[in-house]
């Protein structure tokens, strides 16, 4: 059944005539893809209103679209959405809170239920999939166009690790499904994010090499500063490496904990079963049930995350 509250987000659209879509800090291509496929969406069915992407670029995705230069004006009596953020803290450009009226559209759990409109839908496997649902139920007021559908499977693509993950539904398949029927070549966008650059390739060969794996399946590494400089690369070259832990044999959950310049370190969290995203919450973060994020303020934290991992790693072989 149509959820209600898709009618009541494109009635805010259709009400006003500046809409400023934001996503979060660090975009991944769910972020980009919609952000940028509402954007389409609201540009072909509204052509009168004035539409704006916000937030910092991120050059290994281009091809998902670059983000506008915004007078602070413009959110004078605007609506501004926010999709694929969980918590507000992490939304990209702080003036999101400028406008007159807010929408959050999100499939994370909602513990920050920000908004005057708050949509979230934990089992949607992107926010990318329920933007492409709210366009397949509201008909002709918000159509789906070649450009949108493109961005929009390159979302879902992205968040599901190419459908492989345990977030891909039985609607998961049909969204994508309704989505390739549109003009644009679903293998070029495969091709694309299946593509690395050298170093990151060399980068993902060290991974595999240096990984720490325990006799409970708790896989780790650290990236330190001098390791990334090794291989002339930064923190955002080190998310195609996150998948590949568990490519591994024998490993049930793993952390890539990867330092930055102030020597903090992020910590990307990946599990095949244990539920970890309360593990993140402890160390200031958060996330999915099997895909999180947190920080560790030194290498100490990052044991005691491990262990977390462990005792975690171990429970869910006693019961499974």
């Known amino acids: 059944m149509e959820n209600p509250i898709y009618a009541d987000i494109v009635n805010k659209i259709q009400a006003y005539?500046?809409?400023i879509i934001h996503r979060h800090l660090?975009?991944?291509?769910d972020a980009l893809g919609s952000q940028?496929?509402?954007a389409s969406l609201i540009r072909q069915a509204y052509p009168e209103k004035k539409v704006f992407v916000a937030g910092e670029n991120e050059d290994s995705l281009s091809y998902l679209g670059s983000m506008d230069s915004i007078p602070d004006e413009a959110y004078e009596g605007a609506l501004v959405i926010v999709t694929d953020t969980a918590n507000?803290?992490?939304v990209s450009d702080k003036r999101y809170v400028k406008g007159e009226y807010l929408i959050k559209i999100d499939h994370h759990p909602n513990e920050d239920p920000y908004g005057d409109i708050c949509l979230v839908e934990t089992q949607a496997s992107s926010s990318s999939e329920i933007i492409a649902k709210i366009s397949f139920s509201t008909g002709d007021k918000l159509p789906m166009n070649d450009a949108a559908a493109r961005l929009l499977y390159?979302?879902?693509?992205g968040d599901t690790g190419r459908f492989l993950y345990p977030a891909t539904t039985a609607m998961t398949m049909k969204i994508a499904s309704k989505l390739m029927q549109f003009d644009f070549s679903a293998s070029d966008i495969s091709q694309m994010m299946n593509t690395n650059s050298l170093k990151t390739a060399n980068l993902s060969g060290f991974v595999l090499q240096s990984l720490t794996i325990n006799d409970v399946g708790v896989a780790s590494i650290i990236l330190s500063q001098e390791i990334l400089g090794k291989f002339g690369a930064v923190d955002s070259d080190t998310a195609p490496v996150v998948p590949l832990p568990g490519t591994v044999e024998g490993v049930l959950c793993w952390g890539i904990f990867v330092e930055q310049p102030n020597g903090t370190y992020r910590c990307r969290l990946r599990?095949?079963?244990p539920i970890i995203n309360e593990v993140a919450k402890r160390h200031g973060g958060g996330g999915h049930p099997l895909a999180s994020g947190a920080n560790a303020k030194d290498e100490s934290e990052i044991n005691d995350i491990i262990l977390e991992l462990e005792e975690l790693a171990i429970e869910w072989q006693n019961t499974h």
């Open 17 to 19: 005539a500046t809409i």
């Open 154 to 157: 390159a979302g879902i693509v």
């Open 26 to 29: 660090r975009p991944d291509p």
């Open 88 to 90: 507000q803290p992490r």
């Open 271 to 273: 599990s095949k079963g």
């Open 36 to 38: 940028n496929g509402l």
